[in-house]
């Protein structure tokens, strides 16, 4: 199996370096006799690669949502006030990437939130109409309790400014963003705190 390629903008990034290991352990949505093995891709300590988060909230849009970030013991903490009247969402987003992820499943992240359905979003280079498509995939946490939560590459669903499309296909192979949504058309408070973020590749035993 070839070693998915990994590029970064910045050179912290490059010099923090990329790690693959594997190891054995149970997915939430998989059986007890399932191997996964992960690609770190990056946590929140110094020695981590950087992805240049950012913010963008619905306020773009003509919203009124709040939201940020802090990173604070090996945490990101994103955190805010969604407000449904106006767009509804506030997001986090990594700088450009360049990921090829073609040889895995999907991705996980650790995180501790709060009970609300977050979204994890990713771009590549396909357009649709001349203008960059993303896709997203919808997950639930528990409220106060730290999970790790996979999400399959399979659940991402191509849509633009909200509405979602019959295509492109997601390409693993040219994710070139990764972006974090609280938008599950509630108003009030948020906050999840994400730990780390891997991709891991889930095989069947014989």
Same mark, same amino acid.
């Given at each position: ?8 903008p ?9 790690t ?7 997915p ?5 006799s399932d191997?996964?093995d992960?690609?770190?891709?990056t ?9 240049g ?12 949502s ?11 903490i ?14 986090? =987003? ?6 090829d992820?073609?040889?895995?499943? #999907?991705? /996980? &992240?650790k995180?501790? @939130? %709060?009970?609300? =359905?977050y ?10 109409? #001349?203008? /960059? &498509?993303?896709?997203? @995939? %919808?997950f639930?946490?528990?409220a106060?309790?730290t999970?790790?939560?996979?999400i ?49 590749l ?5």
């Amino acid at each position: 199996m070839p070693i998915s390629e990994i590029y970064f903008p910045h050179s912290t990034a490059l010099s923090c370096g990329i790690t693959l290991f594997a190891l054995l352990c149970s997915p939430l949505s998989a059986s007890e006799s399932d191997e996964l093995d992960t690609l770190f891709l990056t946590s929140f300590n110094a020695d981590s690669p950087d992805f240049g988060w950012y913010v963008q909230n619905d306020n773009v849009m003509g919203g009124r949502s709040e939201g940020g970030f802090d990173i604070s013991s090996g945490q990101l903490i994103f955190s805010g006030n969604t407000n449904t009247n106006g767009g509804g969402f506030s997001s986090i =987003r990594t700088q450009p990437l360049k990921l090829d992820l073609f040889a895995y499943t #999907g991705i /996980r &992240v650790k995180i501790k @939130a %709060d009970g609300r =359905r977050y979204t994890w979003a990713m771009q590549t280079d396909a357009r649709w109409r #001349g203008r /960059r &498509v993303s896709y997203w @995939a %919808d997950f639930d946490t528990l409220a106060d309790a730290t999970n790790v939560i996979d999400i399959p590459f399979t659940n991402f669903f191509p849509q633009f400014r909200g509405f979602r499309l019959d295509g492109p296909e997601l390409d693993t192979s040219q994710i070139t963003e990764f972006a974090l949504y609280q938008y599950d058309k509630t108003d009030g408070p948020f906050e999840l705190r994400l730990i780390s973020i891997e991709a891991y590749l889930e095989s069947k035993q014989p």
